[in-house]
């Protein structure tokens, strides 16, 4: 499986609407646990450490 670096979420917007109303009240450390935790989550359903290694690669230099 390769790291899908195109747009492919239906709704970006709403999604992003949704992220910014999850992080809505949180002081700054409770902000980060929680992204903390969504990348976990999403990495745990990914599983693949070959898609994770150039996910980690492409978030540094974006």
């Known amino acids: 499986m390769a790291l899908i670096d195109t747009p492919n979420i ?6 992003y609407a949704d992220l910014i109303a999850a992080h809505e009240g949180l002081e700054q450390a409770a902000s980060h646990a929680l992204n ?3 990348v976990l989550i999403l990495a ?3 599983g693949d ?3 994770l290694a ?5 978030s540094k230099s974006a």
């Open 10 to 15: 239906p709704d970006p917007d709403g999604f």
């Open 49 to 51: 450490r070959t898609v």
């Open 44 to 46: 745990n359903h990914i």
């Open 36 to 38: 903390a935790r969504l």
């Open 54 to 58: 150039e996910a980690l690669e492409l």
